[in-house]
């Protein structure tokens, strides 16, 4: 959906300043979530023509069913010369990218108090801070301090200051909290994320590396390219870890 959602938007941007746009599609084409994603994106953007590029009909299951919805499908055959990247080339490919988008424009440090700007992309964010009564019991079944609580109206977010000393600890948790989604976090798990920073209306200002988030001040740490963050609303927190550019960590959407 995110994936759709931007995609959307960028032609919608591409066709308010004029001139032929073409929309290169990522190469996942098979499992239903790839499916979905094929066949969403292209009824969102309502194309022209639509190119299918393949060696031995690995997008006929998608051609089919656009040809059905009334597109004007071209199929024609991968070129030989073009190697086939695997999961290693892939990720070193976003590595140099992010190297070169960030460590080539240069990185200027800020931060951001959370009373001024929200954070999306997660369950963190929505609620609001645990009074210290619930706090103290989660501590005592934990055996270890809280370094954060917050309580929505469908989930509870904890981040504790270590990994708990009961085995039972998140067994308990979410019985205490039955009719909630809980999620666990330990302190310094948003270091490294790489986070989108957006204006007014969800629009695209920059992206960042997040450093840190200081839970008693309610402010975070973050560095980015973008001199000047007077308006920035939104930090929307992304799944990627980077660590001197290189990704080590890729985490599940919602982990937090």
């Given at each position: 959906l995110p994936m759709i959602t931007g995609t959307l938007k960028l032609v919608s941007h591409a066709k308010r300043v004029g001139g032929t746009i073409l929309v290169?599609?990522?190469?996942?084409?098979?499992?239903?979530?790839?499916?979905?994603?094929?066949?969403y994106a292209i009824e969102s953007i309502s194309p022209d023509v639509i190119v299918a590029l393949q060696r031995n009909h690995e997008l006929s299951h998608l051609t089919k069913q656009l040809k059905?919805?009334?597109?004007?499908?071209?199929?024609?055959?991968?070129?030989?010369?073009?190697?086939?990247?695997?999961?290693?080339?892939?990720?070193?490919?976003?590595?140099?990218?992010?190297?070169?988008y960030f460590a080539k424009r240069g990185l200027v440090d800020h931060t951001i108090s959370l009373d001024k700007v929200a954070i999306v992309g997660s369950f963190m964010g929505s609620g609001c801070r645990a009074p210290p009564e619930t706090i103290q019991v989660i501590e005592s079944i934990a055996?270890?301090?809280v370094e954060y609580c917050e309580i929505?109206?469908?989930?509870?977010?904890?981040?504790?200051?270590?990994?708990?000393?009961?085995?039972?600890?998140?067994?308990?948790?979410?019985?205490?909290?039955?009719?909630?989604?809980?999620?666990?976090?330990?302190?310094?798990?948003?270091?490294?994320?790489?986070?989108?920073?957006?204006?007014?209306?969800?629009?695209?200002?920059?992206?960042?590396?997040?450093?840190?988030?200081?839970?008693?001040?309610?402010?975070?740490?973050?560095?980015?390219p973008l001199r000047n963050v007077e308006q920035v609303r939104v930090i929307k927190l992304g799944c990627v870890r980077l660590e001197e550019y290189r990704e080590v960590e890729k985490l599940e959407p919602g982990f937090i």
């Amino acid at each position: 959906l995110p994936m759709i959602t931007g995609t959307l938007k960028l032609v919608s941007h591409a066709k308010r300043v004029g001139g032929t746009i073409l929309v290169d599609t990522p190469g996942m084409v098979h499992g239903g979530p790839a499916r979905a994603y094929q066949l969403y994106a292209i009824e969102s953007i309502s194309p022209d023509v639509i190119v299918a590029l393949q060696r031995n009909h690995e997008l006929s299951h998608l051609t089919k069913q656009l040809k059905a919805l009334g597109y004007d499908v071209l199929e024609l055959p991968a070129s030989p010369w073009v190697r086939q990247r695997d999961r290693e080339d892939r990720r070193a490919l976003r590595e140099r990218a992010f190297y070169n988008y960030f460590a080539k424009r240069g990185l200027v440090d800020h931060t951001i108090s959370l009373d001024k700007v929200a954070i999306v992309g997660s369950f963190m964010g929505s609620g609001c801070r645990a009074p210290p009564e619930t706090i103290q019991v989660i501590e005592s079944i934990a055996g270890c301090r809280v370094e954060y609580c917050e309580i929505s109206q469908d989930a509870v977010v904890l981040v504790l200051e270590e990994k708990p000393r009961s085995k039972d600890f998140y067994a308990s948790v979410r019985s205490a909290f039955s009719d909630k989604t809980v999620k666990f976090a330990v302190r310094g798990f948003e270091r490294g994320l790489v986070v989108g920073l957006l204006g007014e209306k969800s629009s695209f200002l920059d992206i960042g590396i997040l450093k840190s988030i200081d839970f008693k001040a309610m402010r975070v740490s973050i560095s980015t390219p973008l001199r000047n963050v007077e308006q920035v609303r939104v930090i929307k927190l992304g799944c990627v870890r980077l660590e001197e550019y290189r990704e080590v960590e890729k985490l599940e959407p919602g982990f937090i």
